[in-house]
C-alpha cells in the first residue's frame, strides 16, 4: 500500500473524511463559527437601546437551533455554548424540543436525550430576564419523541416551578418590545389553549434536510431567498429563518461551518444599514456573527 508522507492512502483518505462530516476535530472560534465553550464576547442587554413602540415583528434577532443540543455526538450536538451564555451573548430566540413521558419534560434532539429537562431551561431564562429586564426571549416549544403528544398540562405545570406565571406574554397577538421587556414569549408548537403566540403563525424558512455536504448550495438558497423576502416583506409579519441543516452525510457542524460563512458575508456586505432579517436561527454561531445581525436594528 502506498503512502504520503508516512501515512497509509486508506489512512488519509479516512482522516480526510472525517474532517469532511466534522469527526475528529478540535473546536474552532473564528468570527462567524464558534464550537468552543464560551463566546468570544458577550453583548446581554443590546435591546435596551430599542424603543419600547418598536414591534417584535420589526426587531432583526440571533437565535439557536435545538438551543439544548448538548450531547449526542456531531450526529445531534447543535450548540456549544450552555443556555446561561447563549442569552448572554445575544440570542433571543430559542428552540426547544421536550419529550413527554409520565408528566415529566426531557429535553430531546430526536431519539437523543439531553441530560436536562424542560425546567433546566426555564430557570435561566427567568434567571436573565429578572437580571435583564430591558429584554425579551421568545422561546419555540416543541413536542419532540413523547409517548403522546398532549404536552400542555406539564408544560404549565413546570412553568409554575422553575419559572413565574407573569413573566409570559399571554397572547396570540405581536406585541411590541415595551409590552414584553423581561417576558418570555413562547411560540406554541403544541396542541392545547394559548400559552402565547402560535409558532405556525410567523412567517417560517426551515429547509434541514441537506442529504449531503454537496447540497450546502441549495440549503444557503433558501436561506438567502427568505432573508430577502424578510427585509422587504409584511412589517407585520415576524419572519424566522433557520440557516441550520443536517443530514446522514452532512452533520450539522459541518453544515453550519459552510453556511454560518455565507451568512456573515452576506450580513457583511449591507453591515451599517438598518434592516429587518427577522429572526434568524443558527448552529454554532460566533460573537461576532450575533453582533453583526444585532446590529441591524
Known amino acids: 500500500m502506498s503512502s504520503i508522507k508516512g501515512v497509509p492512502r486508506m489512512g488519509k483518505t479516512l482522516m480526510e473524511l472525517m474532517v469532511l462530516l466534522g469527526l475528529g476535530s478540535s473546536a474552532v472560534q473564528r468570527p462567524e463559527y464558534d464550537d468552543t465553550s464560551a463566546p468570544e464576547f ?22 439557536t437551533h435545538n438551543t439544548m443540543a448538548f450531547y449526542g455526538s456531531v450526529l445531534a450536538e447543535c450548540q456549544s455554548w450552555s443556555l446561561g451564555l447563549q442569552l448572554r451573548a445575544g ?14 419534560l426531557t429535553i430531546h434532539h430526536g431519539v437523543s436525550y439531553q441530560w436536562a429537562h424542560f425546567g433546566d431551561v426555564l430557570e435561566p431564562v427567568a434567571e436573565f430576564l429578572r437580571e435583564y429586564p430591558s429584554e425579551t426571549v421568545l422561546m419555540r416549544l416543541k413536542e419532540e419523541f413523547s409517548e403522546t403528544s398532549n404536552i400542555y398540562g406539564p408544560v404549565v405545570s413546570y412553568i409554575h416551578r422553575y419559572a413565574d406565571w407573569d413573566q409570559l406574554w399571554h397572547s ?19 396542541a392545547g389553549p394559548d400559552l402565547g403566540m402560535r409558532y405556525r403563525s410567523l412567517d417560517i424558512a426551515d429547509k434541514w434536510k441537506v442529504p449531503t455536504l454537496l447540497h450546502v448550495t441549495e440549503k444557503w438558497k433558501n436561506v438567502y431567498e427568505h432573508l430577502e423576502l424578510a427585509r422587504v416583506g409584511n412589517k407585520a409579519g415576524i419572519f424566522l429563518t433557520y440557516s441550520s441543516g443536517a443530514g446522514f452525510f452532512a452533520y450539522p457542524r459541518s453544515v453550519a461551518q459552510r453556511i454560518n ?4 458575508d452576506y450580513l457583511e456586505a449591507q ?4 434592516r429587518r432579517f427577522g429572526i434568524i436561527s443558527m448552529d454554532f454561531p460566533a460573537a461576532p456573527l450575533l453582533q453583526m445581525i444585532i446590529g441591524f436594528n
Open 42 to 63: 458577550l453583548n446581554p442587554s443590546w435591546m435596551a437601546s430599542i424603543p419600547d413602540s418598536c414591534p417584535l415583528s420589526e426587531i432583526t434577532m440571533p437565535g
Open 91 to 104: 440570542v433571543r430566540f430559542l428552540d426547544v424540543r421536550v419529550r413527554h413521558m409520565c408528566g415529566n
Open 172 to 190: 396570540r397577538l405581536i406585541p411590541t418590545l415595551g409590552e414584553t421587556r423581561g417576558k418570555l414569549v413562547i411560540l406554541q408548537d403544541f
Open 261 to 264: 460563512a455565507r451568512l456573515y
Open 271 to 274: 453591515a451599517g444599514q438598518k
